[in-house]
C-alpha cells in the first residue's frame, strides 16, 4: 500500500523517468512511442492500480479530440480560402496599376493540411493564428475585400457587365410595369387598336352565344368557337378577308399575352374555313390611281394662281403636296387618324440650308422604321415646283403667328394647334383635284407616293434609286409603278421595229 501511494503521488514527468520503456507482453495496453502528447507507457494492470493515471490520460485524448477538430476546421478554411483567393485573383490582376484598386495580399502563409490524428499538444504560432476566432475573423475580413474589389467587365469594350445585381435587390413590382410597359410597345398604336377590337369582337359573339365568364377574364376558346366566329364576321358583319385575318391575329396576341397559350394553333379546320372566305368574297377594292408630276402641277398652279379656300389653308396645300410628293411620303407619315396621336410632324423637324438648296425632314414614326430611331428625309430645290422655298415661306408664316418649334407643322384648322387629320387631308385633295377637272373618286392621301414611283420610272429613274427614295426595303415597290397605256404602246412599236 505504502509503495502504491509514493507511486500515484509522483508526477508524470518522474513516472517516465522510473519507469523505462517496459518491453510489450501479452494483456498489456501499449501506446505509439510517436505520440508528442506525453502519454507514459502503462499497461492494464498498472492502469487498474492507477487511477490518477488514468485522469490524466483522459483529459489527453479530450484535448486530442479538439485538436483533431480544430484540424479539421482549418482543412475547411484552408478550402474557403482558396476559393475566395481564386475568385479575386482576376479582378485584382485586372485592376493591377490602378491607384484606386484594393490588393489583395497574396503573400499570407497558407497552414498546412493536418491529417495525422496524433497533434501536438502545444500549438506552433502558426496554427495559433489559425483557431476558431481568428479564421471567423479573417473571413470576414476577405469576404469585405472581395466585396470592394471592382469586377471587371467582358465582352464588347463598353458594355457594361450584365451579371451585375442592383444592392436593394429586385423589385418585382417595378420589373412588371416595365413588362406591361414591353407589352404595349412590342405593337405600334395603330396595330394595338386594331387587336383591340379583334379581341371586342370575340368577346361581343361569345356573350351572344350565351357564354358567360368572369369579368377582366378571357373565355376559353376551341377552334370551333373561332370557326363560328369568322363565319360570323364573314355573314353578319359583312367584313373582308383581310379585316378577318387581322383580328384573329390580334385574339391570339391577347391570348398569349394573359398566359392561355396560342388558341389559332392547330387549327387545320379553320384555315381551310378562312381559305373559303378569301374565294367567296369579290375583290371590290378599287385600284388606287398616280397623282404623276403632270397631276401635280396642274393643281398647284390652281391653287397659287386661283386660290381655293384660304390664303393659310392655300400655302400650307402646296407645302404638303409637294413635300408628300417628293419626299415619297404615305399618308400616315404627314396626318394623323386621332387626336391623341403623337407621332405627326413638328416644326423643328424641319431643317432648311441657308443657301436654300434643301431642307430635311425627320419623321419620328414611319411604317420601315418599327423602334423609332427616326428617318431623315432630304428633298432639293428644283426650278419648277420650288419646294424649297415652299417651305420656307410656310415656315415664316407660322412662326410669326405664334408658333412653337414643338408646334404641328400641318394644323387641322387654322385657329386650332391640333396636327393635320387624315380625313380633313383626304378632304382637301379631292376638293383640289375637282377644281382641275380631275375625277377624284379613285384618288386618295397614298397617291402621292404612287405617283412619285410612276413619274420617275417614266424619267428613267434606275431601280435601285427609286427604291432608296421610296425607303423600301424590297423589290416591292415595283406594284406602285403605274403605267399608261401610251408607254405600252410605245413599247409594242419598240417590238415589232
Not at 387587336?195 to 365568364?213: A, E, K, R
Not at 370557326?227 to 391570348?255: E, M, P
Request: charged share 20%.
Amino acid at each position: 500500500m505504502l509503495r502504491e501511494a509514493r507511486t500515484a503521488s509522483v508526477p508524470v514527468t518522474e513516472v517516465r523517468a522510473a519507469n523505462p520503456v517496459v518491453p510489450h507482453r501479452e494483456g498489456a495496453v501499449s501506446h505509439d512511442t510517436s505520440r508528442q502528447d506525453g502519454g507514459p507507457h502503462v499497461n492494464s494492470r498498472e492502469r487498474e492500480s492507477s487511477r490518477p493515471n488514468d485522469v490524466n490520460q483522459h483529459l489527453i485524448d479530450i484535448v486530442t479530440n479538439l485538436t483533431e477538430s480544430v484540424a479539421t476546421l482549418q482543412n475547411c478554411y484552408q478550402r474557403l480560402e482558396s476559393r475566395l483567393e481564386s475568385q479575386t485573383r482576376r479582378p485584382v490582376a485586372a485592376a493591377a496599376g490602378s491607384e484606386n484598386q484594393p490588393v489583395v495580399d497574396s503573400s499570407r502563409p497558407v497552414p498546412a493540411v493536418i491529417n495525422s490524428p496524433s497533434v501536438q499538444l502545444v500549438p506552433t504560432p502558426l496554427q495559433a493564428e489559425y483557431t476558431l476566432e481568428t479564421a471567423y475573423k479573417r473571413f470576414q475580413e476577405d469576404s469585405t475585400l472581395s466585396q470592394d474589389v471592382k469586377v471587371s467587365e467582358t465582352g464588347s469594350s463598353g458594355r457594361p457587365s450584365s451579371c451585375s445585381l442592383p444592392p436593394n435587390g429586385v423589385n418585382y413590382d417595378d420589373l412588371s410595369l416595365h413588362v406591361d410597359s414591353l407589352w404595349d410597345s412590342a405593337l405600334s398604336q395603330r396595330t394595338r387598336a386594331s387587336y383591340q377590337s379583334g379581341l371586342n369582337c370575340l368577346l361581343t359573339f361569345i356573350l351572344m352565344q350565351g357564354t358567360s365568364f368572369p369579368a377582366n377574364t378571357l373565355p376559353a376558346v376551341d377552334e370551333d368557337v373561332l370557326i363560328r366566329f369568322v363565319t360570323h364576321c364573314q355573314k353578319s358583319l359583312h367584313l373582308k378577308f383581310d379585316t378577318i385575318k387581322l383580328y384573329l391575329a390580334g385574339i391570339r396576341f391577347h391570348y398569349i399575352k394573359n398566359k392561355l397559350g396560342d388558341p389559332t394553333a392547330n387549327t387545320l379546320r379553320l384555315s381551310y374555313i378562312l381559305r373559303a372566305v378569301k374565294k367567296t368574297q369579290v375583290n371590290t377594292s378599287v385600284k388606287r390611281l398616280p397623282i404623276t408630276c403632270a397631276i401635280l402641277a396642274n393643281m398647284c398652279n390652281a391653287i397659287a394662281q386661283q386660290g381655293m379656300f384660304n390664303p393659310f389653308v392655300d400655302l400650307m396645300l402646296l407645302c404638303i403636296y409637294k413635300t408628300a410628293f417628293f419626299g415619297f411620303l404615305r399618308c400616315g407619315e404627314f396626318t394623323c387618324n386621332a387626336v391623341w396621336d403623337t407621332n405627326f410632324i413638328r416644326i423643328c423637324d424641319i431643317s432648311v440650308l441657308p443657301d436654300l438648296s434643301c431642307f430635311n425632314l425627320t419623321l419620328r414614326s414611319s411604317k420601315t422604321d418599327p423602334f423609332g430611331k427616326g428617318v431623315n428625309i432630304s428633298i432639293f430645290e428644283n426650278s419648277v415646283f420650288t419646294p424649297v422655298s415652299t417651305m420656307r415661306e410656310y415656315l415664316n408664316l407660322r412662326l410669326s403667328s405664334g408658333a412653337t418649334l414643338s408646334s404641328p407643322l400641318f394644323l387641322d384648322h387654322i385657329h386650332s394647334s391640333t396636327p393635320l387629320m387624315r380625313h380633313t387631308f383626304i378632304s382637301y385633295l379631292k376638293e383640289t383635284l375637282s377644281r382641275v377637272g380631275i375625277n377624284n373618286k379613285s384618288f386618295n392621301g397614298h397617291s402621292f407616293r404612287i405617283g412619285a414611283s410612276t413619274s420617275a420610272a417614266a424619267a428613267g429613274v434606275e431601280d435601285h434609286v427609286i427604291q432608296t427614295l421610296g425607303r423600301w426595303s424590297s423589290d416591292c415597290f415595283i406594284r406602285y409603278i403605274r403605267i399608261n397605256p401610251a408607254t405600252i404602246r410605245r413599247a409594242q412599236q419598240v417590238m415589232s421595229s
